[in-house]
T-cell receptor, first 114, second 115 residues
Framework: DQQVKQNSPSLSVQEGRISILNCDYT??????FLWYKKYPAEGPTFLIS?????DKNEDGRFTVFLNKSAKHLSLHIVPSQPGDSAVYFC?????????????FGTGTRLQVTL | DTGVSQDPRHKITKRGQNVTFRCDPI?????LYWYRQTLGQGPEFLTY????????KSRLLSDRFSAERPKGSFSTLEIQRTEQGDSAMYLC?????????????FGSGTQLSVL
């Protein structure tokens, strides 16, 4: 049962253009969402997060949008740069006890071409 | 470097052997997590510690797996009688702050190959 879904395994975007990565979730208990970026042979690196009380959060070139009614979030990268080429994971959290147990999607590989 | 450190980076072992991995979290972080990632999948939660107390274990964590965090500092993850299905990247993460909206900081992982 995949509670967090990233239906696009890969995405190719030209440098300077917008990259849009999508994520859907099924568990209505999720109330906090994060995006992580992963390079080969490295651990995931935190990128940006959003709480369910918001519908948008922005940090520099990165913006995350949350549509709770559709159980959908997206990550926008503008403008895309070659260094953004990596695997992007969407993750969702529902408070359990005293910790944030993250449920990850399967990832989208972004390639930014020159 | 004050990030999360994991050792070793790579481990190759034969089926049936025991292996142990170590994680050194960011020093001021009181929560420590173990995740496992297989090819083509996202990381999956295994277990977490609040200081030295292990507070939750996933059903993915069979009785061959044991994790410790003595004195609430570094943590070890041991796999006994390894099986080929244990081959994966084992990721450690640490965090602090308010539970429910915290950011996890991951180490580079230990890649385990069971032959």
């Amino acid at each position: 049962d995949q509670q967090v879904k990233q239906n696009s395994p890969s995405l190719s975007v030209q440098e300077g253009r917008i990259s849009i990565l999508n994520c859907d979730y099924t568990n209505s208990m999720f109330d906090y969402f994060l995006w992580y970026k992963k390079y080969p042979a490295e651990g995931p690196t935190f990128l940006i997060s959003i709480s369910s009380i918001k519908d948008k959060n922005e940090d520099g070139r990165f913006t995350v949008f949350l549509n709770k009614s559709a159980k959908h979030l997206s990550l926008h990268i503008v403008p895309s740069q070659p260094g953004d080429s990596a695997v992007y994971f969407c993750a969702a959290s529902a408070l359990t006890g005293t910790a944030s147990k993250l449920t990850f999607g399967t990832g989208t590989r972004l390639q930014v071409t020159l | 470097d004050t990030g999360v450190s994991q050792d070793p980076r790579h481990k190759i072992t034969k089926r049936g052997q025991n292996v142990t991995f170590r994680c050194d979290p960011i020093s001021e972080h009181n929560r420590l997590y173990w995740y496992r990632q297989t090819l083509g999948q996202g990381p999956e939660f295994l277990t977490y510690f609040q200081n030295e107390a292990q507070l939750e274990k996933s059903r993915l964590l069979s009785d061959r797996f044991s994790a410790e965090r003595p004195k609430g500092s570094f943590s070890t993850l041991e796999i006994q009688r390894t099986e080929q299905g244990d081959s994966a990247m084992y990721l450690c993460a640490s965090s602090s702050g308010t539970a429910g909206n915290e950011k996890l900081f991951f180490g580079s992982g230990t890649q385990l190959s069971v032959l």
